[in-house]
Protein backbone atom coordinates (compact mmCIF):
# COMPACT_ATOMS: atom_id res chain seq x y z
CA UNK A 1 0.00 0.00 0.00
CA UNK A 2 1.88 3.43 -0.75
CA UNK A 3 2.53 5.94 1.65
CA UNK A 4 0.73 9.06 2.39
CA UNK A 5 2.01 12.24 0.21
CA UNK A 6 4.68 13.43 3.14
CA UNK A 7 3.43 17.05 4.39
CA UNK A 8 4.84 20.59 3.00
CA UNK A 9 3.46 23.13 5.35
CA UNK A 10 2.57 23.62 8.67
CA UNK A 11 -1.04 24.00 8.16
CA UNK A 12 -0.90 20.19 6.91
CA UNK A 13 1.23 19.27 9.94
CA UNK A 14 -1.88 20.49 12.01
CA UNK A 15 -3.76 17.79 10.75
CA UNK A 16 -1.38 15.19 11.65
CA UNK A 17 -3.77 13.56 13.75
CA UNK A 18 -6.62 13.43 11.40
CA UNK A 19 -4.21 11.97 8.95
CA UNK A 20 -3.08 9.52 10.86
CA UNK A 21 -6.44 8.04 11.62
CA UNK A 22 -6.86 8.04 7.91
CA UNK A 23 -3.72 5.63 7.85
CA UNK A 24 -4.94 3.66 10.29
CA UNK A 25 -8.06 3.34 9.00
CA UNK A 26 -7.17 2.36 5.46
CA UNK A 27 -4.67 -0.04 7.13
CA UNK A 28 -7.62 -1.83 9.36
CA UNK A 29 -9.72 -1.74 6.20
CA UNK A 30 -6.90 -3.87 3.79
CA UNK A 31 -7.43 -6.27 7.25
CA UNK A 32 -3.38 -6.45 7.64
CA UNK A 33 -0.85 -4.51 8.33
CA UNK A 34 1.64 -4.28 4.99
CA UNK A 35 2.90 -0.75 5.18
CA UNK A 36 5.77 0.83 3.65
CA UNK A 37 7.92 3.50 4.95
CA UNK A 38 10.19 5.78 3.07
CA UNK A 39 13.76 6.31 4.74
CA UNK A 40 16.13 8.81 3.82
CA UNK A 41 19.59 7.09 3.67
CA UNK A 42 23.16 8.81 4.48
CA UNK A 43 21.44 12.32 5.64
CA UNK A 44 24.95 13.16 7.10
CA UNK A 45 26.93 12.69 3.53
CA UNK A 46 27.57 14.64 0.57
CA UNK A 47 26.91 11.27 -1.97
CA UNK A 48 28.11 12.35 -5.08
CA UNK A 49 28.90 8.54 -6.91
CA UNK A 50 27.62 5.54 -5.97
CA UNK A 51 27.08 2.23 -6.74
CA UNK A 52 24.04 -0.21 -6.79
CA UNK A 53 23.41 -4.10 -7.65
CA UNK A 54 20.74 -6.45 -7.34
CA UNK A 55 21.04 -9.55 -4.67
CA UNK A 56 17.89 -10.90 -4.79
CA UNK A 57 14.90 -11.21 -6.43
CA UNK A 58 14.02 -8.58 -9.64
CA UNK A 59 13.32 -5.05 -9.96
CA UNK A 60 12.52 -2.43 -12.93
CA UNK A 61 14.48 0.24 -13.27
CA UNK A 62 12.53 3.38 -13.45
CA UNK A 63 14.69 6.16 -15.18
CA UNK A 64 12.10 9.44 -14.95
CA UNK A 65 9.43 7.82 -17.18
CA UNK A 66 11.08 5.27 -18.77
CA UNK A 67 11.12 1.98 -17.48
CA UNK A 68 14.20 0.09 -18.81
CA UNK A 69 14.32 -4.06 -19.02
CA UNK A 70 13.67 -5.88 -15.30
CA UNK A 71 17.43 -6.40 -13.84
CA UNK A 72 18.55 -9.04 -11.97
CA UNK A 73 20.64 -10.62 -9.16
CA UNK A 74 24.41 -9.68 -10.63
CA UNK A 75 23.26 -6.63 -12.42
CA UNK A 76 25.63 -3.99 -11.53
CA UNK A 77 24.58 0.47 -11.82
CA UNK A 78 26.68 3.08 -11.52
CA UNK A 79 25.00 6.50 -10.84
CA UNK A 80 26.92 9.64 -11.14
CA UNK A 81 25.15 13.62 -10.33
CA UNK A 82 26.67 15.66 -13.30
CA UNK A 83 24.84 18.75 -13.33
CA UNK A 84 21.90 18.96 -12.27
CA UNK A 85 21.38 15.13 -13.35
CA UNK A 86 22.13 11.46 -12.52
CA UNK A 87 24.79 9.85 -14.82
CA UNK A 88 23.68 6.00 -15.01
CA UNK A 89 25.77 3.23 -16.69
CA UNK A 90 25.71 0.02 -16.64
CA UNK A 91 28.68 -2.32 -16.42
CA UNK A 92 28.78 -2.27 -20.25
CA UNK A 93 26.93 0.95 -21.45
CA UNK A 94 26.08 4.11 -20.84
CA UNK A 95 22.37 4.62 -20.28
CA UNK A 96 22.07 8.04 -20.06
CA UNK A 97 20.98 11.11 -18.06
CA UNK A 98 18.03 11.46 -15.41
CA UNK A 99 16.18 13.10 -12.91
CA UNK A 100 15.09 10.54 -10.73
CA UNK A 101 15.97 7.02 -10.58
CA UNK A 102 13.39 4.08 -8.99
CA UNK A 103 14.52 0.98 -8.55
CA UNK A 104 11.15 -1.22 -7.53
CA UNK A 105 10.71 -4.40 -6.36
CA UNK A 106 8.75 -6.81 -8.46
CA UNK A 107 8.66 -10.08 -6.52
CA UNK A 108 8.20 -10.59 -2.88
CA UNK A 109 11.78 -11.32 -1.49
CA UNK A 110 14.17 -8.91 -3.36
CA UNK A 111 17.39 -7.79 -1.95
CA UNK A 112 19.89 -5.16 -3.53
CA UNK A 113 23.20 -3.53 -1.88
CA UNK A 114 24.05 -0.01 -2.43
CA UNK A 115 27.73 1.45 -2.08
CA UNK A 116 28.89 5.11 -2.23
CA UNK A 117 32.21 5.90 -4.01
CA UNK A 118 32.45 9.43 -3.26
CA UNK A 119 32.92 9.47 -0.28
CA UNK A 120 33.97 5.95 0.09
CA UNK A 121 31.28 4.14 2.38
CA UNK A 122 30.89 0.30 3.45
CA UNK A 123 28.39 -1.35 1.17
CA UNK A 124 25.02 -2.36 3.07
CA UNK A 125 22.33 -4.39 1.73
CA UNK A 126 18.49 -3.18 1.86
CA UNK A 127 15.27 -4.79 1.41
CA UNK A 128 12.43 -2.86 -0.72
CA UNK A 129 13.02 0.20 -3.64
CA UNK A 130 15.53 2.33 -4.01
CA UNK A 131 14.58 5.65 -5.04
CA UNK A 132 17.36 8.46 -5.82
CA UNK A 133 16.89 12.38 -6.98
CA UNK A 134 19.24 15.05 -7.25
CA UNK A 135 19.48 17.47 -4.42
CA UNK A 136 22.36 20.17 -5.66
CA UNK A 137 24.93 18.58 -6.60
CA UNK A 138 24.59 15.50 -4.34
CA UNK A 139 22.10 12.38 -4.33
CA UNK A 140 18.89 12.34 -2.09
CA UNK A 141 19.08 8.57 -1.21
CA UNK A 142 14.96 6.94 -0.14
CA UNK A 143 14.77 3.44 0.84
CA UNK A 144 10.95 2.69 0.20
CA UNK A 145 10.88 -0.47 2.75
CA UNK A 146 8.15 -2.95 4.24
CA UNK A 147 7.78 -1.25 8.29
CA UNK A 148 8.38 -4.75 9.72
CA UNK A 149 11.41 -5.14 7.80
CA UNK A 150 12.38 -1.38 8.91
CA UNK A 151 11.93 -2.63 12.59
CA UNK A 152 13.95 -5.62 12.64
CA UNK A 153 16.51 -3.88 10.81
CA UNK A 154 16.60 -0.59 13.56
CA UNK A 155 16.44 -3.53 16.32
CA UNK A 156 19.87 -5.03 15.12
CA UNK A 157 21.13 -1.75 14.27
CA UNK A 158 20.45 -0.82 17.97
CA UNK A 159 22.14 -3.26 19.35
CA UNK A 160 21.55 -6.92 20.82
CA UNK A 161 21.99 -9.53 18.22
CA UNK A 162 21.83 -12.38 20.70
CA UNK A 163 19.74 -11.42 22.97
CA UNK A 164 16.26 -13.57 23.37
CA UNK A 165 13.04 -13.65 21.74
CA UNK A 166 11.07 -11.75 24.22
CA UNK A 167 13.62 -9.08 24.25
CA UNK A 168 13.25 -8.80 20.70
CA UNK A 169 9.45 -7.99 20.65
CA UNK A 170 9.27 -5.38 23.05
CA UNK A 171 12.22 -3.17 21.52
CA UNK A 172 9.88 -4.01 18.21
CA UNK A 173 7.06 -2.56 19.74
CA UNK A 174 8.69 0.53 20.52
CA UNK A 175 10.53 0.77 17.08
CA UNK A 176 7.28 0.26 15.22
CA UNK A 177 5.49 3.09 17.88
CA UNK A 178 8.34 5.40 17.25
CA UNK A 179 8.29 5.17 13.61
CA UNK A 180 4.56 5.28 13.55
CA UNK A 181 4.27 8.73 15.48
CA UNK A 182 7.12 10.01 14.03
CA UNK A 183 5.87 9.48 10.19
CA UNK A 184 5.93 13.23 9.29
CA UNK A 185 9.33 14.07 10.92
CA UNK A 186 10.61 14.33 7.30
CA UNK A 187 7.96 15.42 5.57
CA UNK A 188 9.70 18.09 4.13
CA UNK A 189 12.09 15.91 2.49
CA UNK A 190 9.79 14.06 0.92
CA UNK A 191 10.46 10.57 2.67
CA UNK A 192 9.39 9.61 6.81
CA UNK A 193 12.44 9.07 8.78
CA UNK A 194 16.12 9.24 8.19
CA UNK A 195 18.85 6.64 8.92
CA UNK A 196 20.41 8.33 11.15
CA UNK A 197 20.17 8.62 15.07
CA UNK A 198 18.35 11.87 14.40
CA UNK A 199 15.15 9.20 14.13
CA UNK A 200 16.62 5.44 14.62
CA UNK A 201 19.80 3.89 13.74
CA UNK A 202 19.01 1.96 10.45
CA UNK A 203 21.72 0.25 8.50
CA UNK A 204 20.11 -1.91 6.03
CA UNK A 205 18.43 -5.31 6.21
CA UNK A 206 18.55 -7.44 9.23
CA UNK A 207 20.66 -10.03 8.57
CA UNK A 208 22.76 -11.37 11.86
CA UNK A 209 19.24 -13.03 13.32
CA UNK A 210 16.22 -14.62 11.79
CA UNK A 211 14.79 -14.49 15.49
CA UNK A 212 14.94 -10.44 14.61
CA UNK A 213 12.45 -10.77 12.45
CA UNK A 214 10.16 -13.24 13.24
CA UNK A 215 9.79 -11.92 16.58
CA UNK A 216 8.84 -8.26 14.65
CA UNK A 217 6.39 -10.33 12.84
CA UNK A 218 5.10 -11.97 15.79
CA UNK A 219 4.08 -8.36 17.12
CA UNK A 220 3.31 -7.21 13.68
CA UNK A 221 1.59 -3.79 13.85
CA UNK A 222 1.47 -3.70 17.72
CA UNK A 223 2.29 -0.19 18.79
CA UNK A 224 1.98 1.31 22.67
CA UNK A 225 -0.30 4.32 23.58
CA UNK A 226 -1.46 5.87 26.93
CA UNK A 227 -4.52 5.15 28.64
CA UNK A 228 -6.58 7.65 26.29
CA UNK A 229 -4.84 5.73 23.48
CA UNK A 230 -2.27 8.12 22.32
CA UNK A 231 0.37 7.01 20.59
CA UNK A 232 3.69 8.00 23.25
CA UNK A 233 7.14 8.43 23.37
CA UNK A 234 9.32 5.49 23.73
CA UNK A 235 12.65 6.08 24.34
CA UNK A 236 15.17 3.48 25.24
CA UNK A 237 18.91 3.17 26.68
CA UNK A 238 21.31 0.96 27.31
CA UNK A 239 21.71 0.25 30.94
CA UNK A 240 20.08 2.81 33.78
CA UNK A 241 22.45 2.14 36.26
CA UNK A 242 19.44 0.30 38.83
CA UNK A 243 17.17 3.19 38.41
CA UNK A 244 15.50 4.29 35.38
CA UNK A 245 15.08 8.54 34.70
CA UNK A 246 11.39 10.50 34.66
CA UNK A 247 10.88 12.22 31.65
CA UNK A 248 10.70 15.19 33.94
CA UNK A 249 14.30 14.94 35.34
CA UNK A 250 15.66 14.20 31.71
CA UNK A 251 13.86 16.69 29.49
CA UNK A 252 11.24 18.52 31.88
CA UNK A 253 7.99 17.31 30.21
CA UNK A 254 6.09 15.49 32.62
CA UNK A 255 5.02 12.41 31.24
CA UNK A 256 3.08 10.01 33.35
CA UNK A 257 4.21 7.12 30.95
CA UNK A 258 7.32 7.56 31.71
CA UNK A 259 8.23 7.69 35.10
CA UNK A 260 11.30 6.49 37.60
CA UNK A 261 11.39 2.76 38.57
CA UNK A 262 14.11 0.77 40.45
CA UNK A 263 15.43 -1.84 37.81
CA UNK A 264 17.16 -4.73 39.27
CA UNK A 265 17.41 -6.48 36.14
CA UNK A 266 20.64 -4.82 34.53
CA UNK A 267 22.65 -4.81 37.48
CA UNK A 268 24.98 -6.98 35.92
CA UNK A 269 25.38 -5.70 32.58
CA UNK A 270 28.31 -3.94 31.39
CA UNK A 271 27.37 -0.93 31.20
CA UNK A 272 25.59 -0.72 34.96
CA UNK A 273 28.84 1.16 36.48
CA UNK A 274 31.46 3.95 35.43
CA UNK A 275 34.16 6.05 36.76
CA UNK A 276 36.10 8.55 35.21
CA UNK A 277 38.69 10.74 37.16
CA UNK A 278 39.29 14.50 36.56
CA UNK A 279 42.39 16.68 37.19
CA UNK A 280 41.26 18.88 40.16
CA UNK A 281 41.93 22.24 38.09
CA UNK A 282 40.16 21.22 35.15
CA UNK A 283 37.05 20.61 37.55
CA UNK A 284 37.57 24.20 38.75
CA UNK A 285 38.32 25.55 36.24
CA UNK A 286 35.16 24.31 34.84
CA UNK A 287 33.50 25.34 37.60
CA UNK A 288 35.10 29.30 37.39
CA UNK A 289 33.22 29.14 33.96
CA UNK A 290 30.04 28.56 35.47
CA UNK A 291 30.35 31.21 36.72
CA UNK A 292 31.27 29.97 40.57
CA UNK A 293 33.83 31.23 43.47
CA UNK A 294 35.86 28.52 44.48
CA UNK A 295 38.10 30.59 46.87
CA UNK A 296 38.74 29.80 50.13
CA UNK A 297 36.93 26.21 49.10
CA UNK A 298 38.30 22.88 50.68
CA UNK A 299 38.06 20.24 47.56
CA UNK A 300 35.73 17.71 49.55
CA UNK A 301 33.14 20.54 48.92
CA UNK A 302 32.95 19.37 45.29
CA UNK A 303 31.55 16.07 46.69
CA UNK A 304 28.13 14.56 45.27
CA UNK A 305 27.31 11.85 47.06
CA UNK A 306 24.50 9.27 46.48
CA UNK A 307 22.24 11.69 44.80
CA UNK A 308 19.84 9.50 43.16
CA UNK A 309 18.71 10.94 39.55
CA UNK A 310 18.50 14.37 39.85
CA UNK A 311 18.63 17.65 38.18
CA UNK A 312 21.28 19.97 39.23
CA UNK A 313 24.39 19.60 40.58
CA UNK A 314 24.85 22.77 43.25
CA UNK A 315 27.73 24.24 44.31
CA UNK A 316 27.89 26.81 46.41
CA UNK A 317 25.02 29.31 44.39
CA UNK A 318 25.87 27.90 41.52
CA UNK A 319 23.48 25.29 39.87
CA UNK A 320 24.88 23.46 36.86
CA UNK A 321 22.36 20.64 34.88
CA UNK A 322 23.81 17.38 35.55
CA UNK A 323 23.02 17.00 32.05
CA UNK A 324 25.47 19.47 31.23
CA UNK A 325 27.92 18.09 32.73
CA UNK A 326 27.53 14.57 31.16
CA UNK A 327 28.01 16.72 27.67
CA UNK A 328 30.57 18.64 28.59
CA UNK A 329 33.14 15.64 30.11
CA UNK A 330 31.63 13.10 27.66
CA UNK A 331 30.24 11.19 30.43
CA UNK A 332 28.38 7.83 29.81
CA UNK A 333 25.34 9.34 31.90
CA UNK A 334 24.36 12.06 33.88
CA UNK A 335 23.57 9.51 37.09
CA UNK A 336 27.50 9.85 38.76
CA UNK A 337 28.40 10.91 42.18
CA UNK A 338 31.04 13.52 42.76
CA UNK A 339 33.96 11.96 44.90
CA UNK A 340 36.77 13.45 46.11
CA UNK A 341 40.09 11.29 45.45
CA UNK A 342 42.73 13.30 46.77
CA UNK A 343 44.41 17.15 45.70
CA UNK A 344 44.99 16.32 42.51
CA UNK A 345 41.75 14.65 41.78
CA UNK A 346 37.76 14.07 41.67
CA UNK A 347 36.20 11.09 40.35
CA UNK A 348 32.63 11.03 38.55
CA UNK A 349 31.37 7.49 40.15
CA UNK A 350 28.26 6.99 37.86
CA UNK A 351 26.06 4.47 36.97
CA UNK A 352 24.16 3.57 33.49
CA UNK A 353 24.62 4.39 30.02
CA UNK A 354 22.12 6.97 28.00
CA UNK A 355 19.66 9.10 29.36
CA UNK A 356 17.76 6.39 31.34
CA UNK A 357 14.49 7.58 30.22
CA UNK A 358 12.29 4.49 29.48
CA UNK A 359 13.48 0.98 28.78
CA UNK A 360 16.20 -0.40 29.86
CA UNK A 361 18.35 -2.55 26.81
CA UNK A 362 20.30 -4.78 29.21
CA UNK A 363 17.90 -5.14 31.91
CA UNK A 364 15.19 -6.09 29.54
CA UNK A 365 17.66 -8.51 28.04
CA UNK A 366 17.83 -10.55 31.19
CA UNK A 367 14.21 -10.04 32.25
CA UNK A 368 13.42 -11.89 28.55
CA UNK A 369 16.61 -14.44 29.72
CA UNK A 370 14.76 -15.38 33.07
CA UNK A 371 10.92 -15.91 31.77
CA UNK A 372 9.45 -12.78 31.24
CA UNK A 373 7.43 -12.07 28.01
CA UNK A 374 7.17 -8.68 26.36
CA UNK A 375 3.92 -7.48 27.90
CA UNK A 376 5.75 -7.77 31.54
CA UNK A 377 8.92 -6.65 29.93
CA UNK A 378 6.60 -3.37 28.59
CA UNK A 379 4.91 -2.57 31.51
CA UNK A 380 7.81 -2.76 33.98
CA UNK A 381 9.35 0.19 32.13
CA UNK A 382 6.21 2.00 30.38
CA UNK A 383 3.55 3.00 33.64
CA UNK A 384 -0.33 3.85 32.56
CA UNK A 385 0.54 1.91 28.97
CA UNK A 386 -1.38 -0.14 26.43
CA UNK A 387 -0.16 -2.21 23.72
CA UNK A 388 -2.46 -2.12 20.62
CA UNK A 389 -3.04 -2.78 17.30
CA UNK A 390 -2.76 0.43 14.66
CA UNK A 391 -6.70 -0.37 14.43
CA UNK A 392 -7.45 0.04 17.86
CA UNK A 393 -6.13 3.35 18.58
CA UNK A 394 -8.83 4.36 15.96
CA UNK A 395 -11.51 6.63 17.82
CA UNK A 396 -14.41 4.52 17.81
ZN1 LIG B 1 15.80 12.05 11.09
ZN1 LIG C 1 18.28 -0.88 34.08
Not at 47 to 65: E, H, P
Amino acid sequence: MPMQKPLNNINERLILGISLQFLLLTMHSAKDYAQDIRIGLYPDYHISSLVFSVVQGTFDLIADDACLPEIQPGDIFFATIDGNKIHLSSRIKKIGYFSKIEVRHTGHESTFQLKSVSPILASADYDGDLILRTAGNYFQIVNDVDLEKYVAAVIEAEGGANAHPEYYKAQAILIRTYAIKNMYRHGADNYNLCSSVHCQAYKGKSLLNRQIYEATLQTSGMVLTDMSGKLITTPYHSNCGGLTCSAEIAWQTNHPCLVSIRDPFCASGKNHSWSEQIPLDKWTGYLRSKGASISGTYPGDYALENPGRVKLYTFKKTSIPMRKIRDDFDLKSAFFQIIYDNENHIVFKGRGFGHGVGLCQEGAMEMARVGYTYPDIIHFYFQNVLVVNYHEVMPQ
